[in-house]
């Protein structure tokens, strides 16, 4: 009888607990902490080695390159030079300025500097291409008897000896002359082979 009282007095308990609105208390979770994401400013280089252009030049002319480099505040520049090469073949080496005829070139330009009392050394290496000027066209094919306006002069080959003249605006013979070329100016007409009509 006992043991039945004793049990039904602790089952008495465990109901009234559960139904008296004790909680246990249960942690809540811990939101994670909203970080601030810090981008580092990039820092600019000591020295930075520029892209030389690629130049054009007129017949068997040369173009003049040299080394292009800017330093950041607090850096001496204390030399630049370019080795340039065509394929296998070294054009020039450690040169302050080169001259190269048209083509296609590997160009490396190197720069010493100094930071403070620290000596330090950058390159750089680029592909230049020199390029030709397109030759300037000097004369005009002809249509008919008229010569384009830009290319008044008329050439033709004449006369009993069948020379080769020029013949200009406001000549005796331009109107009945049919061109067989036709020029921008006398000089041009001259360098083909033509002199001028007596008339």
Request: with cysteine; hydrophobic share 40%.
């Amino acid at each position: 009888m006992k043991t039945l009282t004793r049990t039904l007095t602790a089952l008495a308990a465990a109901v009234s607990i559960a139904f008296s609105g004790a909680a246990v208390a249960v942690a809540a979770p811990v939101a994670p902490a909203q970080g601030v994401s810090v981008v580092a400013a990039k820092k600019a280089p000591a020295v930075a080695i520029g892209k030389i252009p690629t130049k054009t030049v007129k017949g068997s002319a040369k173009a003049t390159i040299k080394p292009l480099a800017k330093a950041a505040k607090g850096v001496k520049i204390t030399s630049k030079v370019l080795t340039v090469k065509q394929g296998k073949k070294t054009v020039a080496k450690n040169k302050t300025s080169v001259k190269l005829k048209a083509g296609t070139y590997k160009v490396t330009t190197k720069v010493n500097y100094k930071v403070g009392k620290k000596k330090k050394t950058i390159s750089k290496a680029q592909t230049l291409v020199v390029k030709k000027a397109a030759a300037k066209k000097s004369w005009a094919a002809p249509k008919g008897k008229s010569c384009p306006a830009a290319f008044p002069v008329k050439g033709n080959q004449t006369g009993s000896n069948k020379e080769w003249k020029y013949h200009v605006r406001g000549g005796q013979f331009y109107d009945r002359t049919v061109p067989e070329q036709c020029f921008k100016n006398t000089s041009d007409a001259r360098k083909a082979g033509y002199r001028a009509s007596k008339r």
